[in-house]
């Protein structure tokens, strides 16, 4: 379920905002006036003076005029398995045990002093001359590098709830939501698994300092392209489509040359910190530099994509939605650049909902919508060195179909279109759908030198021959996915 969410970061007592006129990060703080007793906590915190869950509570509250210090069961669940080697064991249980008591000890006395640390690298990240830290502002083709040392910086203040809510530069924008306090609170155990993937993460770096960048990109298609007529005479030949099977993930994918689709949310990471465990969630949990992303980047626009560059993979997990468990350590052995980047490129999409009816998503206009998009983020180039592999193909999915109502097979070959328009291979991950006869009827495309501009138009004929919504609504209710197939290659002179 698409989770319609702004930013709503709350309130942290102390903070003297600069002007206007100065390029800051939303929820920033002017670090040359940070409240002394956010300064004094995270010291504290650092030097390992917090002995308790209470006390760390305590601290926080000193410095968040809205921090609740009841309520706070997920965070405790998740502290408590942080040693936990296995998913069973790692679930939220109603007895302590000795493995309980160990993760306690553990994240006080080794990962939150270490967090602090991290959290306490704002002043010399804010005042560090040439650090980029504007916002991407919608239609505009810009990027962000960070250090991933800075990256971890920025997602320890957003854990620590450091950054205030009364932030000038994020006041004219719709922003995802970044307050940490919502998943701290939430004791359901698949929101659990997310906190203590995260929380992994700041344990397994905290002995050794992280490499590289990241590099957090928005990405604008020119208006030329996202008009009908482009798509309609578009000649790019239609490119071979792979499938993968059932039990494969886009998380497989070789990232040397596969761009990984985030099937997002309009506002980046969805509810990945309030409530949400599908897709783009489990993957910004697991990779949790992802997550600073969310500070730096408005909801997107039709026209528009966002990628993620160097964030690796540190845990693995067990489920989907509900299901969702924390399932241990996991060792990503993703290649790296020169600078020792990560050549991992995950790139967020967000598809429309079709809850009124899926007959609509037929409709020229939001055939046009959903194949702009697509081919926005699967147009991404790589922001790494020169001798780095090129990209070459796309690993995507049911994109926008679930609880968002999309058709199965309609949205595979808007992607395709979209593949190919970009140069790009589709590797289709199929989840648990059926889908052998799109990879015979691409086989046929592909054999026949058919273009984009071709499937293009077979589908529009769709909407033509099913003028009535209610009759085309039946279709699709009833009948198995055959018609569309049997159609498309009808009008493609397949048969």
């Known amino acids: 379920m698409k989770v319609i969410i702004r930013s709503r970061l709350s309130s942290a007592r102390g903070f003297k905002m600069a ?23 995270l010291l504290d915190m650092k030097r390992g003076g917090i002995r308790s869950l209470d006390d760390f509570y305590k601290c926080i509250a000193s410095y968040r005029s809205d921090f609740k210090l009841a309520g706070l069961a997920g965070f405790e669940h998740a502290v408590r398995g942080l040693n936990a080697p296995t998913c069973e064991q790692a679930m939220p249980s109603a007895q302590s045990t000795k493995s309980d008591i160990d993760g306690v000890s553990h994240f006080l006395s080794e990962v939150l002093p270490s967090i602090a640390t991290s959290a306490l690298r704002l002043e010399q990240l804010h005042l560090r001359e040439g650090t980029p830290l504007s916002l991407l502002q919608p239609q505009h083709n810009a990027r962000v590098r960070l250090a991933q040392e800075d990256a971890k910086c920025l997602l320890a203040n957003m854990l620590l709830l450091t950054l205030p809510s009364d932030c000038a530069d994020s006041e004219s924008f719709d922003m995802p939501w970044t307050n940490f306090g919502d998943l701290m609170s939430k004791k359901q155990p698949h929101e659990v698994a997310k906190l203590q993937c995260i929380l992994h993460f700041f344990d397994h770096t905290r002995t050794a300092p992280l490499a590289g960048s990241v590099v957090y990109s928005r990405h604008v298609t020119p208006p030329e392209r996202t008009r ?151 147009s991404v180039t790589r922001d790494t060195d020169d001798e780095a592999p090129a990209i070459t193909a796309v690993a995507t999915g049911n994109w926008g179909c679930g609880a968002f109502g999309g058709y199965i097979p309609l949205k595979a070959c808007l992607q395709w279109m979209a593949a190919s328009a970009a140069g790009r291979e589709m590797h289709y991950y199929v989840f648990d759908a059926d889908l052998l006869e799109l990879e015979q009827f691409s086989r046929a495309c592909v054999a026949a030198k058919l273009t984009v501009q071709d499937l293009w138009a077979a589908i529009g004929k769709i909407q033509e021959k099913f003028a009535r919504k209610q009759e085309l609504q039946k279709i699709l209710h009833e009948q198995d996915d055959a018609w569309f197939w049997q159609f498309l290659r009808e009008h493609l002179g397949l048969q």
Request: proline share 6%; charged share 20%; glycine share 10%.
């Open 19 to 41: 002007s206007r006129s100065m390029t800051r990060l939303p929820g920033m703080p002017d670090v040359e006036h940070w409240d002394k007793n956010i300064k004094h906590s």
């Open 228 to 378: 009908e007529d482009f798509w309609s005479t578009c000649d790019a030949p239609l490119n071979a489509v792979v499938l993968r099977p059932k039990g494969c993930s886009i998380d497989d994918a070789d990232p040397k040359t596969v761009l990984h689709m985030d099937f997002a949310n309009e506002y980046l990471g969805g509810g990945v910190l309030c409530g949400g465990c599908v897709q783009e969630e489990i993957r910004f949990s697991v990779s949790p530099l992802c997550i600073p992303a969310m500070l730096l980047c408005p909801g997107m626009e039709a026209n528009e994509a966002i990628s993620l560059h160097g964030c690796l993979t540190y845990s693995a997990t067990k489920g989907y939605g509900s299901s969702l468990r924390y399932a241990g350590h996991f060792d990503d052995v993703a290649p790296v650049d020169r600078s020792g980047t990560p050549l991992t490129t995950i790139v967020a999409i967000d598809a429309i909902p079709y809850h009124g009816g899926a007959s609509v998503q037929f409709h020229t206009k939001q055939l046009l919508r959903d194949t702009v998009k697509a081919y926005t983020g699967f």
